[in-house]
């Protein structure tokens, strides 16, 4: 998961740019907003990704681009161009230090594709969840292959924007009535889980018993 800061611009109301955090959060990320117009101040680090849609031929997307390169060299920047932007103001968006350049109206996959590809560089201590292979990463290159009731806890986990998931909430996504839900089973699978990453890695699964709620991850976790 990359934590994923959206500076809107004059033209925020657009619908493709609504379904953006959405489709974003959906995949993982942690998503914020904040118009164009309050600045460029990310804070202590706590922003992995900027998206700014906020026009390139005004200057203003360029001008944001080269503060926030200069407040953070290791933050990605993603600039969103409108239709009538020209070639030569998109190149000059790049040269003031965007990672992309993405046109407008938006292909929501194509632009998930560019946060992905810059989260791998800018979250290198992230654990990876390979949605499509079913495998669980560690920074460390470890690997574990994980069946489709551990796939839905994980990424519960992975789309909790502290990696914590309820008892409740898993037995929703398991397809279960939480008043039935049997949590004996749930404590079983998630100390099976345990058991087979320490088999496998001689170390342990950052997966902590929440008391008296459910389990959180405790290291930043993506989905691919």
Same mark, same amino acid.
């Given at each position: ?54 026009? $390139? ?42 990672? +992309? ?6 292909? $929501? ?17 992230? !654990? ?24 839905? #806890? $994980?990424? #519960? ?16 996504? +398991?397809?279960?009535?939480? $008043? ?16 087979? !990453? ?8 950052? #997966? ?17």
């Amino acid at each position: 998961m990359a934590r994923v800061l959206l500076i809107d611009g004059a033209h925020h109301g657009d619908e493709p740019d609504r379904a953006l955090p959405l489709y974003l959060e959906q995949r993982g990320h942690a998503v914020s907003r904040r118009p164009a117009a309050t600045g460029a101040a990310l804070g202590n680090g706590n922003v992995d990704i900027v998206i700014i849609d906020a026009g $390139l031929d005004d200057g203003g997307g360029q001008a944001l681009t080269e503060s926030i390169r200069r407040a953070d060299p290791r933050v990605g920047i993603v600039l969103l161009a409108d239709e009538h932007d020209s070639t030569h103001s998109r190149i000059k968006g790049l040269v003031a230090g965007a990672d +992309f350049c993405e046109s407008k109206p938006l292909k $929501l996959d194509v632009l998930c594709a560019y946060i992905d590809a810059i989260a791998r560089r800018v979250t290198p201590d992230a !654990w990876r969840l390979d949605t499509t292979a079913r495998i669980l990463h560690a920074p460390r290159h470890d690997t574990l292959g994980i069946n489709d009731k551990e796939m839905t #806890l $994980l990424k #519960l986990l992975a789309g909790s924007s502290r990696h914590v998931a309820d008892r409740s909430t898993i037995a929703h996504a +398991f397809g279960t009535d939480w $008043l039935a839900f049997d949590e004996r089973v749930l404590e079983k699978m998630v100390s099976r889980l345990r058991r087979k !990453w320490r088999d496998c890695t001689t170390s342990d699964l950052p #997966l902590k018993t929440v008391h008296g709620k459910g389990y959180c991850f405790t290291e930043r976790i993506t989905m691919c």
